[in-house]
C-alpha cells in the first residue's frame, strides 16, 4: 500500500519502505524519469498492493539492520503527503517522548489539511 516506514539513525531521516502505487511501479521500471512528481503524477493514488482486498497478500520482505537508537515512524499516507520528511524528522527528534512526538505529527498533518486519514506509530529500542 501506500504506508510508510522511516528511520532516525541520529540526525538521519530516511525513508525504509516503497509505496505499492503504480507511480513507483512506473519509476521501478524506468518508465518516468526521476523529476517526475509523485504529489501530482496521476497514478500516485493507484495501489497496486493493500491489505484487506484480496484472500492472500504477496508480501515485500526486507532485512535491514537495527541500531540500538534507531527511531522507527510508521505511518499512513495522509501524514506523509501533507508534511515534508524534514518536518517530520524534526518532530521526533525534538519531542521530549514518542507520545508527544506522534501528537505533534498528527496536528501538524491536519493543520496542513490532510485529505486522508492520519495514522503515525513510534517504536524505539527505549521501551
Known sequence: GDSRLYR???????????????FEELLKQGLLDD???ETTHPTSHILTRALGVEKQVEL????????KDDVFLLCSDGLSNVVEQLE????????EDK???ISNLINMAL???ANDNVTAVIIDGKQ
Open 60 to 67: 515485500e520482505v526486507e532485512a535491514f539492520e537495527v541500531g
Open 35 to 37: 523529476n517526475a512528481s
Open 111 to 113: 493543520a496542513g489539511k
Open 8 to 22: 532516525l539513525r541520529g540526525t538521519a531521516f530516511e525513508l525504509v519502505s516503497r509505496d505499492h502505487t503504480q
Open 99 to 101: 507520545e508527544r512526538a
Open 88 to 95: 517530520m524528522a524534526k518532530a521526533i527528534y525534538y519531542s
